[in-house]
């Protein structure tokens, strides 16, 4: 785990076995690398706009997530919707402080990395590992 990172290879190390958790976690991948590429130099309005079409995603996901962990009877899911509720919290924090130049372009992909490989990547795998019934994590 490294945020040197400036893409987002997506794998099957990422893959929980849950077809549209995959798919919502790969098109999340793929938002992330756009502003990896795009954020640094795009104009403050279209900064705006991809930061804002990530968050509007990330939101979407959570809330999708947490639907799935409800029908499922994940026992976890109000802590785990805490921690999509602390991460939008951060983002929105961050937007705030990149929108009036007091952090920069970096600060905000290091932080969707950071999320990315902590939350997506790992946090995700506990409820995965319940809904396959893998009682040894
Ligand atoms: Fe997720
Ligand atoms: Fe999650």
């Known amino acids: ?78 802590t785990h919707a805490r921690h999509h509720f602390a991460l939008i919290d951060e983002l929105n924090v961050r937007e705030t402080r990149f929108a009036s130049g007091q952090i920069s372009a970096t600060d905000i992909t290091d932080f969707l990395i950071k999320w990315f490989l902590g939350h997506t990547a790992h946090e995700d795998r506990s409820f995965a590992e319940f809904l396959h019934g893998d009682t040894s994590a």
Request: hydrophobic content about 40%; glycine content about 4%; cysteine-free.
């Open 1 to 78: 785990m490294t945020l040197d990172t400036k893409h987002i290879d997506w794998s099957e190390r990422y893959e929980l076995g849950i077809p549209e958790v995959d798919l919502q976690h790969h098109y999340f991948a793929d938002l992330i690398n756009r502003l990896l590429e795009e954020l640094g130099t795009a104009d403050a309005s279209y900064q705006k706009r991809l930061i804002r079409e990530l968050d509007a995603y990330a939101r979407f996901h959570f809330i999708s997530e947490e639907n799935l962990m409800f029908r499922a009877g994940y026992p976890q899911l109000e």
